[in-house]
């Protein structure tokens, strides 16, 4: 093992506190490490993490008693990227979850240390604006923090599962101990060295919840008008009309026909922040990831529609939990007529007067909504060194 500073001396730098919750550290107490040998964070100044611009119109955060500091997302980020956390150090959150992607991934379902993933890997773009509270698409995770570690744990993913014949979590507890960065970052977030799983968790989803995007087109638009309802005065007509459509309500006859309005995008996908409703139920795909035959009517959440596309309209990755597709118009085609198909699940937004809604889209409206969801995305999510990886190879 390589020699570095040794913790006793950090352990006197830095005041002592036990409490997982708790990463808070005094800025005058940041110790001096030294670990340029493997990361490339600079430790007398650490990344801003905690201090980003929000727009005063986002008033969606479901952080609860977990608050971002510099420490613990600096942790959190070198977790992200470490492949150490797989049991055959192949694979790490980022390798399912890409900067370059917003934090999501281009493959239908992402490959783990034991075979392929049963569904997408869900894009983070903004994973702490959202009434949501819950993750994965089966919002089987309560918390983002519950969240992180389950794919840790999952024998496909990253292998330490404790079941056939896996490591267990206590087993990455003790290779993390023996890795020369981590009780020096720990104790720069926690105040020990010590290393467990609710402390990994809230350094984790720290890092996640920091990921944020609102240097959009829209963004500079909304910040020019009362609300969203008016035209933005920096769009063009078609992105002012998709605009109207994503908001404006539909209007159905008695056979669930749209007669006039819009196509109520934002029934679900609820704007400025553009997260999921909670009370969302599925939307009507029903499929399995990797060609397996059956039905899984469990979906109901959703990532956060913005940066869903780059500014240049190119996809960050397939859509939905099968990644079904790369392209937009393919889930607009999905949403214009949706079949039932003995979904039991299926939200009732989706088929107004019991059958499934028929929105009879033009192509000039599709084209439009489609122009809209691309002023959603900015440019800085992409590139911004503090998301990125932190590690010198």
Known sequence: MKKLMPLLLI????????????????????????????????????????????????????????????????????????????????????????Q??????????????????????????????????????????????EQTTMPIQDHIEMGFSGEDGDASF????????????????????????????????????????????????????????????????????????GKNLFFSPPVFDNQGIRTSGGIGCAGCHQAPEFDIDPDSKNNGVIGLANGATGTDFTITRSPSLRDVVKTDGTSNGPFMHIGVSNNLMTVLDHYDTIEVNGNTNLDPRLMPNGSGQQLNMTLAEKNAVIAFLATLSGTNVYSDERWSTPFIN
């Not at 952080?63 to 150090?89: C, H, K, W």
């Open 170 to 241: 206590d087993d990455l507890i003790t290779k993390l101990e023996n890795i020369e960065y981590y009780p020096q970052l720990f104790n720069l977030a926690f105040g020990s060295n010590q290393i467990t799983e609710s402390r990994m968790q809230n350094a984790i989803s720290q890092f996640v919840r920091s990921i944020q995007s609102f240097d959009s087109k829209y963004d500079e638009g909304r910040l020019q008008a009362n609300n969203d309802g008016q035209p933005f005065s920096n769009y063009t007509d078609e992105e002012n009309t």
């Open 100 to 145: 370059e992607e917003a934090f999501g991934d281009t493959d239908a379902v992402s490959m783990g240390v034991n075979g392929t993933t049963g569904r997408h890997s869900m894009r983070l773009i903004n994973s702490r604006f959202a009434t949501e509270d819950k993750f994965f698409w089966d919002e089987r995770a309560t918390t983002l923090e």
């Open 11 to 98: 352990s006197l730098l830095l005041s002592c506190n036990n409490d997982d919750n708790d990463t808070s550290t005094q800025e005058n107490q940041t110790p001096s490490l030294d670990l340029s040998e493997f990361l490339t964070i600079n430790f007398d100044a650490l990344p801003d993490y905690n201090n980003q611009y929000i727009p005063a119109y986002i008033t969606k955060d479901n952080t609860t008693t977990n608050s971002i500091t510099n420490e613990g997302a600096t942790l959190g980020r070198v977790l992200f990227y470490d492949t150490n956390l797989s049991s055959n150090n192949t694979v790490a959150c980022a390798s399912c979850h890409k």
